[in-house]
């Protein structure tokens, strides 16, 4: 099977333009999450997403936002770019368990550079 | 609001030597715990977890991690490592959600395993 993808793998952009990320899930897996991970420290957890709905946000200003499709893939919207975004952006999947929660796979990451 | 310290930035170590990782965390209620290992230039895989039932948790190449509540650690361990585990390894925490399932991970900033020859 497949793991997590994401595309593009590298993107380049300017201040103030808008970018767009996307992730495909394990097949079988309906709960998407996004992390940013800046260069040199641990990913920080920006949004995650069950049955089409935001289940959770972390601490990112409203020019990010996200959305997840009925195919359980998701895009990650970034408007009105700041230097501040380069990073690596990683998307994880997993099924939601109900007993006990269940492993989140990670995808490779799409590096985002703004200049 | 939980935390997640990883005491050591960088860990030096000779190959075959043992290592331990350290991580604390802080947080009101319980969590679940996890180690990832994030190889040069790769996404995050995951090591092991700690969800409940036995504290000592093990992964299949050779890591382990014990889970202290009273000293709110998860420390991983390796008795003997090889070239190959050179590698960032994080630490993490995530809230049980009410319904099941977990929330979104919380992250340490991460140790860097060096193995020396």
């Known amino acids: 099977d497949a793991g997590v993808t994401q595309s593009p793998t590298h993107l380049i952009k300017t201040r103030g333009q808008h970018v767009t990320l996307r992730c495909s899930p394990i097949s079988g897996h309906k709960s998407v999450s996004w992390y940013q991970q800046v260069l040199g420290q641990g990913p920080q957890f920006i949004f995650q997403y069950y049955e089409k709905e935001e289940r959770g946000r972390g601490n990112f200003p409203d020019r990010f936002s996200a959305r997840q499709f009925p195919n359980y893939s998701s895009e990650l919207n970034v408007n009105a770019l700041l230097l501040g975004d380069s990073a690596l952006y990683l998307c994880?999947?997993?099924?939601?368990?109900?007993?006990?929660?269940?492993?989140?796979?990670f995808g490779p990451g799409t590096r985002l550079t703004v200049l | 609001a939980q935390s997640v310290t990883q005491l050591d930035s960088q860990v030096p170590v000779f190959e075959e030597a043992p290592v331990e990782l350290r991580c604390n965390y802080s947080s009101s209620v319980s969590v679940y715990l996890f180690w990832y290992v994030q190889y040069p230039n790769q996404g995050l895989q995951l090591l092991l977890k700690y969800l409940s039932g036995s504290t000592l948790v093990e992964s299949i190449n050779g890591f382990e991690a014990e889970f202290n509540k009273s000293q709110t650690s998860f420390h991983l361990r390796k008795p003997s490592v090889h070239i190959s585990d050179t590698a960032e390894y994080f630490c993490?925490?995530?809230?049980?959600?009410?319904?099941?399932?977990?929330?979104?991970?919380?992250f340490g900033k991460g140790t860097h395993l060096i193995i020396q020859p």
């Open positions: 993490a925490v995530s809230l049980p959600l009410r319904g099941g399932g977990a929330d979104g991970l919380t």
């Open positions: 994880a999947s997993r099924v939601v368990g109900i007993v006990a929660p269940d492993t989140q796979y």
